[in-house]
């Protein structure tokens, strides 16, 4: 069973009286037998009764697990690639479990982005020999449906049934679940209605497309069995509400971004935990600010607003890994980080399939710290708002053909740092695009300035990815860091729209965000439908950064261009000359 210990200093008197104060109101009790006075006096807030169903995942998997074998031994020996088409929930969890327990099943290839140059970089994938799950809850992602029609029309083209290469995970009767028995799915995995998205990592969406890639199931759920009744303990002993407790009272005194730090074995789990963290608790002008993968500062380095969560391996897999020289250096860099004055919860785990149980304790954490704080930690109330203003960007790109311009969202800042390539080997460069590099850089400046150390600076990647442009990325984020002092957060577009999107948008005003658009290249028709993907993501990110506007976020969109991430380069020397 996992280990949680705290070290949060002058917080921990506030902690303890949180804890007497669940003991004394049974709130351990309360959880498990629904009762939604933790989090509203009203009993019939929607999306809260109707969404603790995630309680019992851990026993109510373990009793569906035939049907996942039978799909698992029904997959033909031609099939050699897994491709999971989904956002956020649907798709964060398998990720995260195939990267910690890997096994001997498909390969699995996650597609969460809509950006044209990634769906060309999947020109690989050959749909004759992969199987396709496709998750959404509700059965109406857009960008889940639009990745289904594009890899449903290359499957048609070599396959007589092309219905046998793909998989439906989704809500009972959803839109997905009527389209996937009208076009002969190979199957449809129907997840309860009562569990949210994120909440959904031991269930259908989580282990469907995990064990068709190999992992082991039945020792993931055995190990959430195990936290599912420590959790039932009383708060001093109960590794779920010692989380949420900490979490909770920290954010209160301003140790609102929980920032990671991992060993190795565990560097997968932040990814998922982030989604958790900001689509649970950021709203009504609060929140808890998840750091993930943040570019190393010194231990003095860091404000007074981090709080540090350390995976650690322990147990014979540690002093394992130290025989072969491999120790990890995650327990002295917490020490360090102790000493300098920073609360540290550290939580030891010796094994992988104790994952299962770091789900599940995270899940009851967050949920508790959604009570100190005084949230509802089940909605996600400012999402609709920038997919609203993205269907109103996208029919103004439908109306351009795409290639307008003038659809930015009001009030928000734009630069211009596009180089562009002469067209042949011996022609002139042509000039790069805007000539005013002073006035750009005063603008840099400015949108810096504006930071506090308190805040939080969440670059928006609009960007295909790759290896190459995720250095240049960390790079920025490092600058940053030193130009303002403030954490800083990086998410690709539209996938963080998912995550961490509800955060920005409805927690409190201390993000300032930096959006990072290109051109998105060439169109890539979406099959069945009037649009591609280039006018897609671009209105997405228009959308989002109109709802910023509105709630009035400090923003910056810089659009990106030329070769070798030319554009991002520049923009990295920008923030360096003020850091």
């Keep these: 069973m996992i280990e949680i210990e705290l070290s949060l200093g002058r917080h921990e008197e506030a902690v303890e009286r949180r804890l007497r104060d669940w003991a004394s109101g049974d709130a351990v009790a309360r959880l498990w037998r629904r009762d939604t006075t933790l989090w509203s006096s009203d009993p019939d807030t929607p999306e809260l009764g109707d969404r603790l169903g995630w309680l019992d995942l851990p026993e109510t998997s373990r009793s569906r697990l035939g049907p996942l074998d039978e799909l698992r031994a029904g997959i033909p020996f031609w099939f050699t690639d897994l491709v999971l088409l989904g956002m956020g929930g649907s798709s964060l969890a398998p990720e995260v479990i195939v990267r910690t327990m890997p096994g001997e099943g498909l390969p699995l290839t996650l597609v969460d982005t809509t950006h044209p140059g990634a769906i060309r970089d999947l020109e690989w994938l050959r749909p004759a ?14 960008e889940t449906l639009s990745l289904f029609r594009h890899f449903w029309s290359r499957t048609a083209e070599v396959v007589e049934d092309p219905g046998g290469h793909f998989i439906a995970i989704t809500d009972p009767g959803s839109p997905l679940a009527e389209l ?31 064990a068709l890639a190999g992992a082991d199931i039945p020792a993931l759920l055995d190990e959430a069995v195990v936290a599912a009744d420590a959790c039932k303990d009383d708060v001093n002993h109960n590794p779920g509400f010692l989380l949420g407790a900490a979490l909770g009272e920290l954010a209160r005194a301003g140790r609102d971004k929980v920032t990671s730090v991992t060993s190795p074995d565990w560097d997968a789990f932040p990814d998922w935990a982030e989604q958790l963290i900001a689509e649970s608790t950021g709203k009504d002008g609060r929140g808890i600010v998840p750091v993930v993968a943040e570019p190393p500062r010194g231990p003095d380095a860091y404000g007074e607003d981090r709080v540090f969560v350390g995976l650690i391996l322990a147990g014979d897999a540690a002093r394992e890994a130290e025989q072969w020289g491999e120790a990890d250096e995650t327990p002295d860099l917490l020490d360090a980080l102790e000493e300098a004055g920073h609360p540290v919860i550290r939580i030891r785990l010796e094994q992988p399939e104790e994952l299962g149980a770091l789900f599940f304790v995270w899940e009851v954490g967050v949920a508790m710290a959604g009570a100190v704080l005084g949230i509802h930690p089940f909605n996600q109330p400012d999402v609709q708002l920038a997919k609203r203003l993205a269907r109103r960007a996208m029919a103004r790109e439908s109306a351009s053909d795409g290639d307008a311009d003038g659809t930015e969202a009001p009030e928000a800042d734009e630069i211009d740092l596009v180089w562009e390539l002469p067209r042949f080997g011996h022609a002139p460069p042509r000039t790069p695009v805007p000539l005013d590099l002073d006035g750009i850089r005063e603008r840099v400046e400015g ?104 709630r009035e976020r400090r923003t910056l969109r810089v659009r990106l261009g030329g070769p070798e991430g030319l554009g991002l380069r520049r923009l990295i020397q920008l923030v360096e000359e003020r850091a």
């Design 180 to 210: 996937a028995v009208a076009r002969g799915f190979r199957a449809v995995f129907e997840a309860p209605s009562d569990v949210g998205g994120r909440f959904s990592a031991l269930g259908p969406f989580g282990l469907v497309p995990a």
């Design 129 to 142: 020999n992969s199987v396709f799950v496709v998750a959404s809850k509700s059965g109406t992602t857009l």
């Design 447 to 550: 949108f810096l300035s504006s930071v506090a150390a308190t805040d939080y600076m969440a670059v928006q990647a609009y960007l295909p990815g790759g290896e190459a442009e995720e250095e240049l990325l960390a790079t920025l984020r490092a600058a940053l860091a030193r130009a303002t002092g403030a954490a800083t957060t990086l998410g690709y577009g539209p996938r963080f729209l998912h995550s961490t999107g509800q955060l920005h948008k409805g927690g409190a005003d201390n993000g300032v965000f930096l959006q990072l658009v290109d051109d998105a290249g060439e169109h890539v028709h979406v099959p069945e439908t009037e649009f591609t993907f280039r006018q897609l993501i671009r209105a997405q990110a228009l959308g989002d950064l109109a709802a910023l506007s509105q």
